[in-house]
Nanobody, 125 residues
Framework: QVQLVESGGGSVQSGGSLRLSCAVS????????MAWFRQAPGKERETVAA???????NYANSVRGRFTISQDNAKNTLSLQMNTLKPEDTAMYYC???????????????????WGQGTQVTVSS
């Protein structure tokens, strides 16, 4: 089992920045990929960014160049640095972990077995 707890959400004006963190505990050595997803009211969940162990990162086109995903294995923490935020970035953001990921499935929600409770990000214009 893997437990995930997100933090760092909040309200910010358009153009501002936020940094989300996800504390990871439990069977962390078994995870091969981690990701951030988001879901806005009335919309489907979408992938934001993901990281595959020893391979690299991938991003949704809507956030590429503005968001950066990173992982600190020593601290068991996953982070998402969000810059130049836009009102359309407003959503609940979720941290997720998977144990059987590949590069081609990295951005697919089905690759992830463990999910956090989410942290709200609100961007005002």
């Amino acid at each position: 089992q893997v437990q995930l707890v997100e933090s760092g959400g909040g309200s910010v004006q358009s153009g501002g920045s936020l940094r989300l963190s996800c504390a990871v505990s439990g069977y962390t050595s078994g995870t091969t990929c981690m990701a951030w997803f988001r879901q806005a009211p009335g919309k489907e969940r979408e992938t934001v960014a993901a990281i595959l162990r020893n391979s690299g990162t991938n991003y949704a086109n809507s956030v590429r160049g503005r968001f950066t995903i990173s992982q600190d294995n020593a601290k068991n923490t996953l982070s998402l640095q969000m810059n130049t935020l836009k009102p359309e970035d407003t959503a609940m953001y979720y941290c997720a972990a998977g144990q059987a990921c590949s590069w081609w499935s990295l951005l697919r929600a089905a690759s992830y077995s463990y999910w956090g409770q989410g942290t709200q990000v609100t961007v005002s214009s």
